[in-house]
């Protein structure tokens, strides 16, 4: 049974090393006092309209060779099985900060480039705070129930395809939080993010 995760905006943190991270910035070149400043503009932006939703359910899980065996379905990747192996559990997630913080940054773009730019790698940031603060709410409950989790895994990195995300969308309600799946595979609001957890 699908179980959600919702939070207000004041609960998930602000990292200003993340977004500079983000914005490309490298140890040696940090941002100059108007970009320090852009940076603090857009936290406090988006923190107005922040809605940070999520929605998660655990499956059984097998693994064998390339192939992981989740909820029925037949997944092929040989780095998924890699960071599943070992695993007999997955939790699988889908989570969001909402469709305002989209809206904020395609309206801003129309009339100040830079400063959207600034918006964007600031939604990277809060939409990243926010899957790493139910990460660790999933660390905790299996430790407490003498299990461990792995790090997590998302559609589009190494040879998962983003096909993977359909499976996502058939299992868990992700209607219920305001996601949709577009045809090109992007998720809609674009600052949200789908992953596996083995348990």
Request: hydrophobic share 40%.
């Amino acid at each position: 049974m699908n179980r959600f995760y919702k939070l207000e905006a004041k609960d998930i943190p602000a990292s200003k090393k993340e977004v500079v991270r983000y914005l490309g910035y490298r140890a040696l070149h940090q941002p100059d006092e108007i970009v320090d400043k852009m940076i603090d503009q857009a936290i406090a932006e988006l923190q107005k309209v922040l809605r940070p939703n999520l929605v998660w359910d655990e499956f059984d899980l097998a693994v064998s060779g390339k192939k992981c065996i989740i909820g029925g379905a037949e997944i092929v990747s040989e780095k998924l099985a890699e960071n599943l192996y070992g695993h007999n559990r997955v939790v699988m997630f889908a989570g969001t900060i909402g469709s305002e913080v989209d809206k904020l940054i395609r309206v801003t773009n129309y009339t100040d480039a830079a400063k959207a730019c600034v918006l964007q790698a600031t939604g990277a940031m809060f939409v990243e705070e926010f899957i790493n603060l139910f990460n660790k709410k999933v660390e905790d409950e299996v430790l407490s129930s003498g299990r461990k989790a792995q790090r997590r895994y998302s559609p589009g990195y190494g040879d998962l395809s983003l096909e993977t995300q359909k499976l996502f969308f058939s299992l868990l309600n992700c209607s219920k939080i305001g996601l949709t799946l577009m045809d090109t595979l992007i998720m809609a609001p674009e600052k949200s993010v789908t992953a596996f957890i083995g348990v």
